[in-house]
T-cell receptor, first 116, second 113 residues
Framework: EPEVTQTPSHQVTQMGQEVILRCVPI?????FYWYRQILGQKVEFLVS????????KSEIFDDQFSVERPDGSNFTLKIRSTKLEDSAMYFC??????????????FGSGTRLTVV | GENVEQHPSTLSVQEGDSAVIKCTYS??????FPWYKQELGKGPQLIID?????GEKKDQRIAVTLNKTAKHFSLHITETQPEDSAVYFC????????????FGAGTRLFVKA
């Protein structure tokens, strides 16, 4: 079964440093997303991306965040200057174009970001 | 603002019993309601979903019901098994294709053998 792949699985970074989280969505999917989950809390929307541009973003997704699809397969989330409160599990997801059957997301296994 | 409330936060059942998780949503424009199962160390996995033009949907031991008037939707798991133990999230969105999905806070289900 096709998977969304995320790397690294765990990243530890110093406060103020830049991090890039990487994702390889499912190859025939057209919509890409980043969500985060602070330990023990709900899954929160960050951003959605389609046709090489942001479709929607949340209040969390401020100027410190950016996304990019640098080639035909990777989808990255960059945090420019990490804060302690950015520590969370970050999930990448992808979904197909709207079809009668497949509406839901396929999530990756996540990257646990720890800011120290 | 948009919100999805989910309860209970924890549910413990005996193997073979049924489990019910209930959610309410605030945005009346929501028309797509997926349910995700998250096992330890993994990402959420879609297990079933329902669109607003349908009141009920069933897939083997799992069923979802939707009351659009009351903005309620529920997940029903029958004949629970230990491998059903996980965190379950309800969610709501205004559709697919780039729309954000709002998640509930999750229900930790324990199925005791």
């Amino acid at each position: 079964e096709p998977e969304v792949t995320q790397t690294p699985s765990h990243q530890v970074t110093q406060m103020g440093q830049e991090v890039i989280l990487r994702c390889v969505p499912i190859s025939n999917h057209l919509y890409f997303y980043w969500y985060r989950q602070i330990l023990g809390q709900k899954v929160e929307f960050l951003v959605s991306f389609y046709n090489n541009e942001i479709s929607e973003k949340s209040e969390i997704f401020d100027d410190q965040f950016s996304v990019e699809r640098p080639d035909g397969s990777n989808f990255t989330l960059k945090i420019r200057s990490t804060k302690l409160e950015d520590s969370a599990m970050y999930f990448c997801a992808s979904s197909e174009r709207v079809t009668p059957r497949n509406y839901g997301y396929t999530f990756g296994s996540g990257t646990r970001l720890t800011v120290v | 603002g948009e919100n999805v409330e989910q309860h209970p936060s924890t549910l413990s059942v005996q193997e073979g019993d049924s489990a019910v998780i209930k959610c309410t949503y605030s945005d009346s424009a929501s028309n797509y309601f997926p349910w995700y199962k998250q096992e330890l160390g993994k990402g959420p996995q879609l297990i079933i979903d329902i669109r607003s033009n349908v009141g009920e949907k069933k897939d083997q031991r799992i069923a979802v019901t939707l009351n659009k008037t009351a903005k309620h939707f529920s997940l029903h798991i029958t004949e629970t098994q230990p491998e059903d133990s996980a965190v379950y999230f309800c969610a709501a969105s205004k559709g697919t294709g780039g729309f954000k999905t709002i998640f509930g806070a999750g229900t930790r289900l324990f199925v005791k053998a």
